[in-house]
């Protein structure tokens, strides 16, 4: 061993009790100081000296070898040498060399810490001490300069730095501190240290500057935990609410939230939403979200300690996730409270992790990603074992087997052919809570039959051609970028079903992020090509096909991001015609994940399709079911379009994860009505 860091950390201390396990970015001081030196190249072996026993399980579990320090080497007038030198005399051998540090140094960097070890191994100097650079002027209490001439004040630019002693570490040959006693001997050479990790912790308000700093200087890490719970306003949002003349109010999130819940939700950590505010639109984003959520609390902390015990979970390795004061209780319950960067100055002093990107600006995305790098990957027996059923990302937004349903109000042609009427559609889908709106996009001279073209069609706009009537019913570039504009104001995506290789380039044009194939299209192989081509996820919906012509569209298409859509192309569909047990022919056939697209009257076929495994679910929707055209009939009006969203995500809820347990609402039933004999 030729480099022993040796850590003194007695129980006692004047200024702040129990000093060396307080927390600073959750982390105590003695865990930090011994992280550092386990940190830094050239350190061998890290040895803490104390007499209190917390400490030592403290340094133990922090991976540092513990000696038991004496009562008379553990007073107020002990110094660190003679702990060092004890803790020499304890190991029986001595290390070329030694290294003092410090707790009271929250900030040590691991490379200042080699940097001042490679000048003792290297013979530059017998001793090292950490120091910061000052220029400052220094005078007594009887105002005669220490370090100056007051009558002579040189530019700062004209002096060389002077260095002041920080006392986080102190680098010394074991022989030279053997013979003479103290830490400064023979040649002293200053390892610089910058002012950041200057702060010594001495007293209270010493405390409170270096807890208020740790989120911003410590290196970010993975964090660790099986449940994460956030609050709404501030975190999910960027705390402001923006109220329409009928005040209504609408708040800001970030769509790349959607997506790093969907990775967290997939790999097992558990989410929650808790909240003071009563406005719905926090269930409204939780829904979308497929988060549960508790709003309207008035202690938000008994509730965090009630959900704990109801979950089974270890209050260490939750995170709870906050903005303001009423969140300091709550974050105090936890082994990770963590704050947005723009908090109040009181909940990031308390966090242990702060984060990087503001509240409806990513915050929540930053967090799950830190959390899903903290967990195992799956054996890789495992996962080349189990079948591949995606998930496929569209945009923001995960598709697939263990994530919320992808819920799709297809608007098709039911616009009319008016801009008005899709922009109310779009409506009735957003405060439904779908996650996206579909249209049908046609090159009406190609797409309609040569002997439909002339035919006489009688429309609400007078007498006309089939094929002019096709025409006057599709939106060109103008009409869907508005489109497009509205679909983000509102928080939807939008694609269409292109039935022709012009109206593909049309979408590719609008940049839509996924396209469908419609069931009248599955045996297009010219139109599947060019899709393929495209290199967007696809949505494949299989009415009207045999097995046969699916096995050649997924040939053409491929399987990396493909979703299909069961579906009955019978308009509307009986219930005897729904067979929605092809939903789990499908995914066993072809690996992918596979939604449901229904044209029935009522809710109970595409409901029963989640309860099967069903991942999307697709519905034709209209402003009223009398309106003219050949969709309207068999489509959900707006009531009964957010019907369908509030029961799939309660089906969702049912669900479960399959593992039989007594839930706490049992637990009172089971203590009056149990009767066990033998």
């Not at 030279?176 to 200053?190: I, W, Y």
């Not at 609050?231 to 800001?252: I, K, N, P, Q, W």
């Not at 996962?383 to 992808?406: C, F, H, K, N, Q």
Request: net charge negative.
């Amino acid at each position: 061993m030729r480099v022993l860091a040796v850590v003194p950390a007695r129980g006692g201390s004047a200024g702040v009790p129990l000093k060396n396990l307080a927390l600073v970015g959750g982390v105590p001081l003695v865990t930090r100081a011994v992280r550092a030196c386990l940190r830094a190249e050239l350190v061998d072996q890290v040895v803490v000296s104390t007499d209190h026993a917390e400490i030592a399980e403290t340094a133990r579990e922090a991976g540092a070898l513990v000696v038991d320090r004496p009562e008379e080497l553990a007073g107020a007038t002990a110094s660190s040498e003679s702990a060092v030198l004890h803790a020499l005399d304890t190991l029986g051998e001595d290390p070329e060399v030694v290294v003092l540090v410090q707790c009271t140094s929250a900030f040590i960097d691991p490379d200042d810490l080699s940097a001042a070890v490679r000048k003792v191994l290297d013979g530059e100097a017998d001793s090292v001490v950490s120091g910061l650079p000052t220029h400052e002027f220094l005078w007594t209490a009887t105002g005669a300069g220490v370090n100056h001439d007051p009558a002579v004040r040189p530019r700062r630019q004209d002096r060389d730095p002077q260095f002041r002693e920080n006392g986080a570490f102190y680098v010394m040959r074991t022989s030279g501190l053997r013979a003479h006693g103290h830490r400064f001997f023979g040649k002293t050479a200053v390892q610089q240290v910058p002012p950041q990790h200057a702060i010594e912790v001495d007293n209270p308000e010493d405390l409170e500057l270096v807890r208020a700093l740790a989120p911003f200087l410590d290196a970010p890490e993975p964090i660790d935990v099986d449940a994460v719970i956030t609050d709404f306003d501030g975190v999910h949002t960027d705390d402001r609410a923006y109220v329409d003349s009928d005040g209504r109010e609408m708040v800001l999130v970030s769509r790349s939230d959607g997506m790093g819940v969907s990775l967290l939700r997939r790999s097992g950590v558990k989410i929650l939403i808790m909240s003071t505010e009563h406005n719905p639109v926090v269930a409204a984003r939780a829904r979308k979200l497929g988060v549960p959520v508790l709003q309207g609390l008035t202690e938000k902390r008994t509730v965090l300690r009630d959900w704990l015990r109801i979950e089974g979970l270890d209050p260490a390795r939750v995170a709870y996730v906050g903005n303001d004061v009423n969140d300091l209780g709550p974050m105090a319950e936890v082994g990770w409270p963590i704050a947005t960067p723009d908090a109040h100055p009181r909940v990031r002093a308390a966090a242990r992790v702060v984060l990087t990107r503001p509240g409806g600006s990513g915050a929540v995305r930053e967090l799950c990603d830190r959390v899903v790098a903290a967990r195992p990957e799956a054996p890789a027996a495992e996962t080349r074992t189990r079948p591949r059923l995606g998930p496929v990302a569209i945009g923001d937004v995960l598709v697939g087997d263990s994530e919320p349903v992808y819920v799709i109000g297809e608007i098709g042609i039911n616009h009319n052919g008016d801009l008005d009427i899709a922009r109310r559609l779009i409506d009735v889908a957003a405060d439904a809570g779908c996650q996206a709106v579909k249209f049908q996009k046609r090159t009406p001279a190609i797409c309609v039959p040569e002997e439909q073209k002339g035919q006489i069609r009688q429309t609400p706009w007078g007498e006309m051609t089939y094929l002019e009537y096709k025409e006057r019913t599709e939106f060109g570039h103008d009409e869907y970028r508005q489109i497009a504009k509205y679909c983000d104001e509102r928080g939807l995506h939008w694609f269409a079903s292109p039935w022709d290789v012009p109206s593909v380039e049309f979408l590719e044009e609008m940049d839509v992020l996924v396209h469908k194939v419609a069931s009248a299209s599955v045996a297009d192989h010219e139109l599947l090509r060019v899709l393929a081509a495209t290199g967007k996820p696809i949505i494949l919906s299989t009415g009207m096909s045999t097995l046969s012509e699916i096995d050649a569209a997924v040939e053409i298409l491929g399987t990396e991001k493909l979703i299909m859509m069961h579906a009955t192309s019978t308009y509307p569909l009986p219930p005897e015609e729904a067979n929605l047990r092809t939903i789990t022919t499908l995914k066993d056939r072809y690996g992918v994940p596979v939604g449901y697209s229904g044209h029935e009257r009522g809710l109970q076929i595409s409901l029963a399709a989640v309860t099967l495994g069903a991942v999307c679910v697709e519905r034709h929707i209209t402003l009223d079911r009398t309106m003219w055209g050949s969709d309207h009939a068999a489509s959900l009006e707006p009531a009964g379009l957010e019907h369908l969203v509030r029961d799939i995500r309660i089906i969702e809820q049912a669900m479960g994860d399959g593992v039989k347990r007594v839930f706490p609402g049992e637990e009172a039933p089971k203590a009056r009505l149990r009767r066990a004999t033998v």
